[in-house]
């Protein structure tokens, strides 16, 4: 499974940016996708997570109210829509996958054994 991240930049305060996370080769109807980001000197952490099969949808309390991960399926393709944006958001955003994840799990990162590259959004107060 390859993972393709975009859509990332540097964006004022208030401001959104979408992100999106193609996948191909060997995907699963079964995939849970989630969204994880590193800020410089942090460690990885949770922002959001779809079920690929019914859209069930997990997100960190940080970004609830702000983001929005949605899916196409026609296009193998997660979306994290990110309105609102604050300083604290900045960060490397990286997009994972890994099939039949359950809904208690979706924010556990070792739960992912696929990764794309990650895209860097910027965001000056």
């Known amino acids: 499974v390859q993972l393709q991240a975009s859509g990332g930049g540097l964006v004022q305060a208030g401001g959104s940016l979408r992100l999106s996370c193609a996948a191909s080769?060997?995907?699963?109807?079964?995939?849970?996708m989630g969204w994880f980001r590193q800020a410089p000197e942090k460690e990885r952490e949770f922002v959001a997570a779809?079920?690929?099969?019914?859209?069930?949808?997990r997100y960190a309390d940080s970004v609830k109210g702000r983001f929005t991960i949605s899916r196409d399926n026609a296009k193998n393709t997660v979306y994290l829509q990110m309105n609102s944006l604050k300083p604290e958001d900045t960060a490397i955003y990286f997009c994972?996958?890994?099939?039949?994840?359950?809904?208690?799990?979706?924010?556990?990162?070792?739960?992912?054994?696929?990764w794309g590259q990650g895209t860097l959004v910027t965001v000056s107060s």
């Open positions: 779809i079920k690929w099969s019914g859209g069930s949808t």
């Open positions: 994972a996958a890994d099939e039949s994840i359950i809904m208690s799990s979706m924010a556990v990162e070792y739960q992912y054994a696929h």
């Open positions: 080769g060997r995907t699963s109807s079964r995939f849970v």
